[in-house]
């Protein structure tokens, strides 16, 4: 496609997308549908429509370009999503905006909310409350009453184990599960993510507890713009606090014992093998929600996100296999298949798009961490936030006012220094 005609289609489904912004201003109650209690078989006729139109429609949404390869033809998902993590383009998806439950890839927004509160050195000793009203059959780490660890060891067993006793016991320190319940739920709503309801804070199944493939990107997008966050969630194994006993010598040791991250497109398992380049990012399984899964790999430069919910096929490790196939496609189809959608920016940065002089005030306030993005201009001043590619680089007076406008709505968000995938013992 020529350089003018796919910067104008660009700048129109990204002006598409801030007018859609602005309707979402209006109160939640109003702007999203009453979440359900189960998943029903069906998606609505009528789903969310951020992001843009055929994102709101059920079934395969999809538009290929020359020489784009069909998508696969036995992913048995309820709903996905294929992604550009820098653009914000949606280069396929299926029923994006269905809501269903979203069991443990609920703790991405979790990691997100409350990742930036505590250092990574402190240290909290747990208490019998801390681990009150967990789920039966919850997923633990192994964390023991009376026995201290750091937020990087709490951490850890949030990404690695998917520790629902991690996500109490962090909740505890930031004034208990409701308060973390409603924060979650205020920040799912400045990533625009309104197909989400929180109810718990570590995805176990809750009557009314809902988010969608589309909410599910958009939280790791997110998510990855933290260094701390792109750590944990491409960590494979590591060591965790065990607890204290005496030795047969009667002296008083704790040692650690080793968890391994159950994200088997990272770590492999008997049937599938590590993915090339991936780099995170969450999995999660109930019996209300099936299998959930976003991943984030990086290939020849371009970085994608997957979300695949409930894949209806009972195969063993069948999410992260059907994961794998949509990756496959989307960079065998990237710079072919034409966006059907985009990933929206936060509120606070599409508010902030809108003023004047937003490039230069974005600039500065971006960088390693930060969830407003530097401009290409900044970038071209010096700026340096680590590196997943290269902001555009336009030529001529009109393609670069054409592109300015459409920064101005929706900007390219580059991920700073994303780990790659790292050497594997």
């Not at 944990?232 to 005496?246: I, L």
Request: include cysteine; aromatic fraction near 6%.
């Amino acid at each position: 496609m020529p350089a003018p005609t796919k910067t104008a289609r660009r700048f129109l489904l990204v002006t598409s997308a801030a007018l859609s912004s602005l309707a979402l201003t209006a109160p939640v109650a109003l702007a999203a549908p009453s979440p359900s209690t189960s998943p029903s078989a069906t998606p609505p006729a009528g789903m969310s429509s951020v992001g843009g139109a055929r994102l709101g429609r059920p079934g395969t949404q999809v538009d290929l370009g020359s020489g784009a390869p069909v998508l696969p033809k036995d992913v048995s998902a309820r709903s996905w999503i294929v992604a550009d993590a820098e653009s914000g383009e949606v280069l396929a998806a299926h029923n994006a905006h269905w809501r269903l439950p979203p069991a443990s890839t609920m703790k991405m927004l979790f990691a997100d909310t409350l990742l930036p509160k505590f250092p990574r050195g402190e240290k909290h000793k747990v208490v019998p409350a801390d681990l009150a009203g967990m789920g039966a059959g919850s997923s633990l780490v192994g964390i023991k009453e009376g026995e201290t660890y750091t937020v990087h060891d709490l951490w850890l067993g949030v990404f690695l184990r998917s520790g629902n006793d991690a996500v109490h016991v962090l909740s505890a320190m930031n004034d208990g599960v409701g308060n973390t319940v409603k924060e979650m739920n205020a920040h799912a709503q400045e990533l625009q993510a309104l197909d989400t309801h929180v109810v718990t804070p570590d995805g176990y199944d809750a009557p009314r507890q809902v988010s969608s493939a589309y909410d599910l990107t958009l939280f790791a997008r997110s998510g990855l713009q933290k260094k701390d966050f792109r750590e944990y969630c491409s960590t494979v194994r590591a060591e965790f606090p065990g607890e204290t006993k005496k030795n047969k010598k009667g002296k008083t040791v704790r040692t650690p014992f080793e968890i391994q991250n159950t994200n088997r497109l990272l770590a492999g398992d008997t049937d599938i093998s590590v993915y090339q380049g991936i780099a995170g990012v969450k999995n999660g399984n109930t019996t209300n929600a099936g299998a959930t899964f976003t991943g984030v790999a990086e290939r020849d430069g371009r970085v994608l996100l997957v979300t695949v919910m409930h894949p209806e096929k009972p195969e063993h490790n069948e999410v992260y296999k059907e994961t794998a196939k949509l990756f496959d496609w989307g960079f065998a189809a990237a710079g072919k298949a034409r966006s059907v959608g985009e990933l929206v920016p936060p509120r606070s940065a599409a508010r902030a798009s809108a003023q004047p002089g937003a490039n230069a005030s974005a600039g500065q306030a971006g960088g390693t961490g930060s969830n407003v993005p530097a401009t290409p201009a900044a970038k071209a001043a010096g700026h340096t936030g680590g590196g997943m590619g290269t902001a555009f680089a336009l030529a001529g007076g009109a393609l670069a006012l054409l592109a300015a406008a459409a920064y101005l709505v929706n900007r390219r968000w580059p991920l700073p220094d994303l780990v790659r995938r790292r050497s594997r013992p």
